[in-house]
Every structure is written in structure tokens, then in C-alpha cells.
């Protein structure tokens, strides 16, 4: 059962911004597709262990994605989300697990699913073969700000994206007025300086989503601090692709 609030950006008739409190109520529940693929026992148990902190059901709601989706995960680590990803869109979708550096569990895993396709690509040269409904990035923007890729990144998330598609930015929050190297230092972002670079590239931040944030975190230690880890305040941003 969802019981957390999400805090929409939602876009007025005259193009302002404003924060709305979008709630999932004490009966509200997930997609059926949702739940089947997070409660997937084949998923690994360290997956399952760090649902509670990385919510991936109200992320997912949160995002869209869907039955028969198309969706890129950009640098996806040892594949957290794309293997719930792969449940979540099923037979009649495909996911794109693109990274700069092979991991072999997850390209055995991925070789043995029709709908998910592993590439190893360099970051300049990100490549998809159709357009996708959703590209996703979680935890890894500020590493790629620090490589001074930012700009291709951002380029390749519209070329790859439907008109109207969704491009999901989450990240570890740097705290106010951030020192300019806290991107390699602590491995944490201004959350301003993503929405900027974002939408120079052509988007439009459409909303954005509380569920991950930590009122508790300091900003003053690195996220790999034991004292924090796993437990960062994080932002969650979702662009749009124009339609036209």
C-alpha cells in the first residue's frame, strides 16, 4: 500500500510552475504490473533489500512507464532498475541498459530476456535503434557533470525520446549554495544546476517528486559515508519532451 505523497510540479494555463501534493491514499496500491515485477523472487536479494529506501513502485508510478514502454536505463549500475524495468514493460516493451563499463551479471542476465538489449557504448556515442517513451538516469548525473558530458548526455535523451516522451533525473542533493567541486568531492548535485542544463537541452521540467527526499541529511559528508548511505536527500525530476 502507497502511503507516501509525491509533490507535483504541475504546469498552469499560463506556464507558471507550482508545487501540488499529489497523495496515494491508506488504499490506494500499485499497478498490477508494478507490484508483480518488485515482487519478482527472481529479482537478487540485495535488489530486494534496498527497495524499502530506493521506493522504486511510487518511482515508476511516478515516471509512467508502462506495459509495452520502451524505456532507456542510462548507466544502470548492476541493474537495479532495469530488471524491474523489464518486468513493468513485459513481451510487447523492451528496455535499453546502456553503459560505459560492462557488468558481467547483468549482461548474462540481460542476454537471456528478449526485451531487454545490454550495450556497452561510450557516453559520447549513446545509441538506441527506435525511439523510446521514457529514458532514465538515477544516481549518476552528477558523475557524468563531473566527465564534462552533461551536454551530450542531454542531447542524446531528446534524440532517443518519442515527441512527448519522459526523461527521469534522479540524484543525490548537494544542500544550499554548494561549493563548486561538491559534484566531485561528495558526489552530489545542485538540483538548480540539473534543471538548467536539462532544459537547455530542449526539455521541459514538467514535475518534480518529494518521495526520496531526507530532511535529516547534512549535505557534508559524501553519499558512500556509512553514516549515509543508502539514505541521501535525493530529487527526482521529470521532463518532457515536446510533442512538436
Known amino acids: 500500500m502507497l502511503k507516501r505523497h509525491l509533490a507535483v510540479l504541475a504546469v498552469t494555463g499560463c506556464f507558471s510552475l507550482s508545487l501540488v501534493p499529489l497523495a496515494?491514499?491508506?488504499?490506494?496500491?500499485?499497478p498490477a504490473g508494478v507490484a508483480a515485477a518488485i515482487a519478482d523472487a527472481s529479482r537478487p536479494e540485495a535488489d530486494r533489500q534496498r527497495d524499502a529506501n530506493r521506493k522504486p513502485g511510487e518511482l515508476i508510478?511516478?515516471?509512467?512507464?508502462?506495459?509495452?514502454?520502451?524505456?532507456?536505463?542510462l548507466l544502470p549500475?548492476?541493474?537495479?532498475?532495469?530488471?524491474?524495468?523489464?518486468?513493468?514493460?513485459?513481451?510487447?516493451?523492451?528496455?535499453?541498459?546502456?553503459?560505459?563499463?560492462?557488468?558481467?551479471?547483468?549482461?548474462?542476465?540481460?542476454?537471456?530476456?528478449?526485451n531487454v538489449t545490454y550495450a556497452v557504448q561510450p557516453m559520447d556515442q549513446l545509441e538506441v535503434p527506435e525511439p523510446v517513451d521514457v529514458v532514465w538516469t538515477s544516481l549518476n548525473y552528477h558523475d557524468v557533470v563531473n566527465r564534462g558530458g552533461a551536454d551530450a548526455l542531454n542531447a542524446f535523451a531528446f534524440k532517443a525520446l518519442k515527441p512527448g516522451g519522459t526523461y527521469i533525473v534522479i540524484d543525490?542533493?548537494?544542500g544550499p549554495n554548494?561549493?563548486?567541486?561538491?559534484?566531485?568531492?561528495?558526489?552530489?548535485?545542485?538540483?538548480?544546476?540539473?534543471?538548467?542544463?536539462?532544459?537547455?537541452?530542449?526539455?521541459?521540467?514538467?514535475?518534480?517528486?518529494?518521495?526520496?527526499?531526507?530532511?535529516?541529511?547534512?549535505?557534508?559528508?559524501g553519499v558512500h559515508d556509512p553514516s549515509i548511505r543508502g539514505r541521501t536527500d535525493q530529487f527526482v525530476l521529470r521532463f518532457r519532451k515536446p510533442a512538436r
Not at 25 to 30: K, Q, T, Y
Not at 61 to 73: H, L, R, S, T, Y
Open 24 to 30: 496515494w491514499g491508506a488504499d490506494a496500491s500499485l
Open 61 to 73: 508510478v511516478f515516471a509512467g512507464i508502462k506495459a509495452g514502454d520502451k524505456v532507456v536505463d
Open 77 to 114: 549500475g548492476g541493474g537495479y532498475f532495469t530488471r524491474i524495468f523489464a518486468g513493468v514493460v513485459g513481451p510487447s516493451g523492451h528496455v535499453y541498459s546502456l553503459t560505459p563499463r560492462e557488468d558481467a551479471n547483468l549482461k548474462a542476465w540481460a542476454a537471456e530476456r528478449r
Open 172 to 174: 543525490h542533493a548537494a
Open 178 to 221: 554548494p561549493a563548486p567541486d561538491v559534484t566531485s568531492k561528495l558526489h552530489r548535485i545542485d538540483p538548480q544546476v540539473v534543471k538548467q542544463q536539462v532544459q537547455a537541452a530542449g526539455f521541459e521540467l514538467e514535475a518534480e517528486s518529494d518521495v526520496l527526499r531526507n530532511p535529516d541529511d547534512t549535505y557534508t559528508t
